[in-house]
């Protein structure tokens, strides 16, 4: 079964930075492009950031210069670097493939940032 978790999320201040990882099953990893989305309160999810299985990325322009999106074969795991993070940075941050069709989306990791 396909799975997708999530974790690294927390409370940080705005300026500061987080790491996020997706444990993905490695059916999915090794033969897809990934992405980390994000969901705000009262809003859509969006697609933050994208990698291809050859390591070329992606990114949404209001995270363009402050997160990196890496991935490491070796442990099926995608992270999302996020540094100086904005109170609009506040969110739900998933991963999954990054085209459709997406797979079950795992719980997401909350990151919240004060100002």
């Known amino acids: 079964q396909v799975q997708l978790v999530e974790s690294g999320g927390g409370l940080v201040q705005a300026g500061g930075s987080l790491r996020l990882s997706c444990a993905a099953s490695?059916?999915?990893?090794?033969?897809?492009?990934m992405g980390w989305y994000r969901q705000a309160p009262g809003k859509q999810r969006e697609l933050v950031a994208a990698?291809?299985?050859?390591?070329?990325?992606t990114y949404a322009g209001s995270v363009e210069g402050r997160f990196t999106i890496s991935r490491d074969s070796t442990k099926n795991t995608v992270y999302l670097q996020m540094n100086s993070l904005k109170p609009e940075d506040t969110a739900v941050y998933y991963c999954?493939?990054?085209?459709?069709?997406?797979?079950?989306w795992g719980q997401g990791t909350q990151v919240t940032v004060s100002s």
């Open positions: 999954n493939v990054a085209a459709l069709p997406f797979h079950p």
């Open positions: 990698i291809t299985r050859g390591g070329a990325t």
């Open positions: 490695g059916s999915i990893f090794s033969a897809n492009a």
